[in-house]
Every structure is written in structure tokens, then in C-alpha cells.
């Protein structure tokens, strides 16, 4: 009896360090899957891509940020290899140093979550962490209330990107991609 009550612990152990193993190598792999997809375009499936699909390609971005945490838009196309501009304007009425909007836009296969983690403890540098400021293509100002802010940069590779907000808390909702064809 007590053998058989180790053997099922053993087992249960066993069972749990297997899916910890697993869920590891899963996400590697998914890892991988966003570089290549990055490389090959064609190839990603994301749940955005009907969508993206019907999208004409604009790349001369507006886009307006408010006090509840929202961008106007999560997603637009551009064109690989052509310069693009962002103009991002803060329409809440919010302090700044309160609800503080900007525009960051991360390389590919950057890890979102790990990078707002990081914002953090970036007040002074504007919520963008030098630690991994590596990992930006570009990103515009902190902006307050009616204040605006334009960038322009080129994304060289076809691929899909992730822009955030890095001021604190933000990110959850005001997230979204760039498709560039
Ligand atoms: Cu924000």
C-alpha cells in the first residue's frame, strides 16, 4: 500500500517536471515560428490575418491615445522598406505624469510582456528601458493631455510587429501590431 502510495507521487512528480519541460520547449518554439514567420510573411497565422488581408497599406499613421487606456487603432499595414510616420496624439485630459501615453514599436520576436516589465522602472528614461532599448525601432515621446508627437522610421523586413505603451500599467490594453508587406 505504501509502495503504491510512492509509486503515484513519483509518477505525479514525474508527470508535473514533463509539463514544465513542455511548456518550456513550447514556447522556443514558438519563438522560432515568429522569427521565421518574420522572414517568410506569408507563412504567419494570426488571428489577425483576414483582417490584415482587407487593409489597405498606409504609411502615414495617425493615431490618438485617451485617458481610459486605448489606442484608436491596434493594427495597420504598411509598406516593407518605405518610410513610415507616426503621429500619435494624446486626446485625453488626464496629467501626464498619470496618464502618459506613447507610441513603441519592437523589433521582431522582441518579447512584449518582458519589455513593459522592464519600462517600469524606467521613469526617468521616459518608460523606455535602456536595457533593452536595443530592441526598439522606434518610439515617439511621452505624451500629456493634447499633446502630440510624430516619428518616422523605415521597417526593412516584412513581418508583423508589436507597439505598445510602455507607461506603467498601459500595455495590457494599449498593445497592437504593424503588418508590413
Ligand atoms: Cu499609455
Not at 494570426?46 to 483582417?51: D, E, I
Not at 522598406?81 to 485630459?93: C, F, H, M, Q
Not at 518579447?111 to 532599448?133: C, K
Request: aromatic share 8%; charged share 20%; net charge positive.
Amino acid at each position: 500500500m505504501k509502495y503504491t502510495f510512492y509509486s503515484i507521487l513519483a509518477i505525479t512528480i514525474l508527470l508535473w517536471a514533463c509539463n514544465g519541460d513542455k511548456s518550456t520547449r513550447g514556447s522556443t518554439a514558438d519563438t522560432g515560428r515568429l522569427a521565421k514567420a518574420t522572414s517568410k510573411p506569408t507563412a504567419l497565422a494570426t488571428p489577425n490575418n483576414s483582417a490584415i488581408q482587407s487593409m489597405s497599406i498606409n504609411n502615414e499613421i495617425e493615431i490618438t491615445a485617451n485617458d481610459r487606456m486605448q489606442y484608436s487603432d491596434t493594427l495597420f499595414k504598411v509598406r516593407a522598406g518605405k518610410r513610415v510616420t507616426v503621429k500619435l496624439t494624446n486626446i485625453g485630459k488626464m496629467p501626464k505624469n498619470s496618464m502618459g501615453h506613447n507610441f513603441t514599436l519592437l523589433k521582431s520576436g522582441t518579447d512584449v510582456g518582458e519589455f513593459a516589465n522592464e519600462a517600469l522602472a524606467a521613469r526617468d528614461q521616459d518608460y523606455i528601458p535602456p536595457a533593452m532599448e536595443k530592441a526598439v525601432i522606434a518610439h515617439t515621446k511621452l505624451v500629456g493631455p493634447g499633446e502630440s508627437d510624430q516619428i518616422s522610421f523605415t521597417i526593412k523586413e516584412k513581418g508583423f510587429y508589436d507597439f505598445l505603451c510602455t507607461f506603467p500599467g498601459h500595455y495590457g490594453s494599449m498593445r497592437g501590431k504593424i503588418a508590413a508587406e
